[in-house]
């Protein structure tokens, strides 16, 4: 084979991928263990009510402020403070603003992990459905970040919402973003999958009755809502699924929350995604785009791919 023969995407594929394996290694080799995130009980768990207390020894102060703000806040609290939060940031915008939008797994994003070549807005909520956060989007209607990253729906389905409501609802929010953010990069991410009878979850009963395929088969359909309302769709699922069809177990801390691996993992999609957004407009042609794999080695020594769809880009 002559390397000069090589299409250009195959190149710079190559290359994103021997970075993102090198970033990713290095991470989890340098990274401090976070311990073990809260779980609630979805099913018995009403809004008034207050989210358990936990400590973070291990993060560094910034991170640990930002739990300590949220960490006894009912969910009227957490609006309220994140509403607080978005005002201030509109006050003293920052040039790079990436905003993270969803339920605990996106709040428990830690801010150490988060990719550091912006600023973030962490508008995440425990317990939170595409409803409830489709009412709370104007909180930063006076921000005009670069990207916004979505990743809703898992508390729908457990509540037993259908995945046909899950998607009419997640079209609205989709519309709303699009409406208020007409120059952001939204980018709808894929409901993670659970780790079925393996989980120690709280709700572990919930998440039996709800297949891994059910949700597979949800966010099939998301990527088809995302490429008909021209946006980006980041499938996440091939990352973080094993040869089981479950949360691969060394990124989850009780089968269904990731652990700081999960984070890494998670970050290292971000923070890739973001590189090829910014190369592909200008060095790859628009038909490649569409349609990148990306592999990286996991804990175990296998590879997994990260499907990067960018169907009909902005």
Same mark, same amino acid.
Request: glycine share 4%; no cysteine.
């Given at each position: 084979?002559?390397?000069?023969?090589?299409?250009?995407?195959?190149?710079?594929?190559?290359?994103?991928?021997?970075?993102?394996?090198?970033?990713?290694?290095?991470?989890?080799?340098?990274?401090?263990?976070?311990?073990?995130?809260?779980?609630?009980?979805?099913?018995?768990?009403?809004?008034?009510?207050?989210?358990?207390?936990?400590?973070?020894?291990?993060?560094?102060?910034?991170?640990?402020?930002?739990?300590?703000?949220?960490?006894?806040?009912?969910?009227?609290?957490?609006?309220?403070?994140?509403?607080?939060?978005?005002?201030?940031?509109?006050?003293?915008?920052?040039?790079?603003?990436?905003?993270?939008?969803?339920?605990?797994?996106?709040?428990? $994003?830690?801010?150490?992990?988060?990719?550091?070549?912006?600023?973030?807005?962490?508008?995440?909520?425990?317990? #939170?459905?595409?409803?409830?956060?489709?009412?709370?989007?104007?909180?930063?209607?006076?921000?005009?970040?670069?990207?916004?990253?979505?990743?809703?729906?898992?508390?729908?389905?457990?509540?037993?919402?259908?995945?046909?409501?899950?998607?009419?609802?997640?079209?609205?929010?989709?519309?709303?973003?699009?409406?208020?953010?007409?120059?952001?990069?939204?980018?709808?991410?894929?409901?993670?999958?659970?780790?079925?009878?393996?989980?120690?979850?709280?709700?572990?009963?919930?998440?039996?009755?709800?297949?891994?395929?059910?949700?597979?088969?949800?966010?099939?359909?998301?990527?088809?809502?995302?490429?008909?309302?021209?946006?980006?769709?980041?499938?996440?699922?091939?990352? $973080?699924?094993?040869?089981?069809?479950?949360?691969?177990?060394?990124?989850?801390?009780?089968?269904?929350?990731?652990?700081?691996?999960?984070?890494?993992?998670?970050?290292?999609?971000?923070?890739?995604?973001? #590189?090829?957004?910014?190369?592909?407009?200008?060095?790859?042609?628009?038909?490649?785009?569409?349609?990148?794999?990306?592999?990286?080695?996991?804990?175990?020594?296998?590879?997994?791919?990260?499907?990067?769809?960018?169907?009909?880009?902005?």
């Amino acid at each position: 084979m002559r390397w000069k023969s090589l299409p250009q995407w195959f190149a710079v594929s190559l290359l994103l991928n021997g970075l993102l394996g090198v970033w990713v290694w290095l991470k989890i080799r340098t990274a401090e263990p976070l311990p073990v995130l809260p779980s609630l009980n979805w099913a018995e768990w009403q809004p008034h009510q207050s989210l358990p207390r936990w400590s973070a020894p291990s993060l560094s102060s910034q991170t640990q402020a930002t739990f300590g703000r949220r960490q006894s806040l009912n969910y009227e609290g957490w609006v309220a403070l994140l509403s607080q939060e978005a005002a201030a940031m509109a006050a003293s915008p920052p040039e790079q603003l990436s905003v993270l939008v969803g339920d605990s797994i996106s709040l428990w $994003f830690p801010v150490d992990l988060l990719p550091p070549d912006q600023v973030w807005l962490n508008q995440g909520i425990s317990g #939170e459905t595409t409803q409830g956060l489709l009412r709370r989007i104007d909180a930063f209607d006076r921000l005009n970040p670069n990207s916004i990253f979505v990743m809703i729906g898992i508390n729908d389905l457990l509540r037993g919402t259908s995945s046909d409501a899950v998607l009419q609802e997640q079209k609205k929010l989709i519309k709303a973003l699009k409406k208020h953010h007409p120059h952001s990069l939204i980018v709808l991410q894929s409901i993670l999958p659970h780790s079925a009878e393996n989980a120690t979850w709280e709700g572990r009963d919930r998440l039996l009755k709800l297949p891994n395929q059910s949700i597979a088969e949800l966010n099939q359909d998301l990527e088809i809502l995302a490429h008909d309302q021209n946006i980006y769709y980041l499938d996440l699922w091939p990352l $973080f699924i094993d040869s089981d069809y479950k949360l691969r177990a060394h990124l989850t801390t009780d089968g269904l929350h990731l652990n700081e691996k999960g984070y890494l993992v998670w970050s290292a999609a971000l923070q890739l995604f973001s #590189e090829w957004k910014l190369l592909s407009p200008s060095n790859i042609s628009p038909d490649i785009a569409r349609d990148v794999r990306l592999r990286f080695p996991l804990e175990n020594g296998s590879g997994s791919q990260a499907w990067f769809r960018l169907d009909d880009t902005p």
